[in-house]
Structures are given as structure tokens and as C-alpha cells.
């Protein structure tokens, strides 16, 4: 969960730059004393814009997981080592002498 600072709630400077990014709405980068980046304010939409393709990436992952559910992991990784192996044989042929 998202944590939320109303704006009521917020120094006279939090709200000064929050209010200036209603009026033009654009990416605001929060860092601390030492110039580090720490956070950053999007518009809402854009977030929302996120947001969705963040719920498709997870949705193919619990597709993924599902489908994989009663699987021995001990096996699956052994398939994992053998197509990795396959591959870099299929790569990297030995030169005839």
C-alpha cells in the first residue's frame, strides 16, 4: 500500500512543490542533503499507466506459477542445467585439432 501525505498535513514547502506540479504536471525527483535520490512524484495517470503494466507482468508470472504448481523444483532445475549446457555446446563448438 501506497503511503499518503495529504496535503493539509504537509510542510508549507511540500506544499508549494505539490501545488506547482498540479499546474504543470511532470516528474519530480525528492532527494535527501546529500543530492541522493530517494523518491519520486508522478502524475497520477502516469502512475495509473504503471500501475496496469505492473498487474500484466505479475498476471504472466501467476499464470506462470500456477502452471508450474505439483512440479518438483528438483527437477525442473536439473532441465534448467541441462538446456543451459545444450546451449552453450550449440555456441561454442570444440575446434578440431
Known sequence: ?????????ASSTWRRFITG???????????????????VVLPMEEYLLYE??????FAVADRIQEKMKGYNSA?????????????KAASNPAKPL
Open 1 to 9: 500500500m501506497a503511503a499518503i501525505l495529504k496535503l493539509q498535513d
Open 21 to 39: 506540479l498540479r499546474t504543470k504536471p511532470q516528474k519530480a525527483i525528492i532527494q535527501d542533503e546529500q543530492n541522493r535520490n530517494l523518491g
Open 52 to 57: 496496469q503494466e505492473w498487474e500484466k507482468d
Open 75 to 87: 527437477y525442473v532445475e536439473k532441465q534448467i542445467e541441462k538446456a543451459v549446457a545444450e546451449v
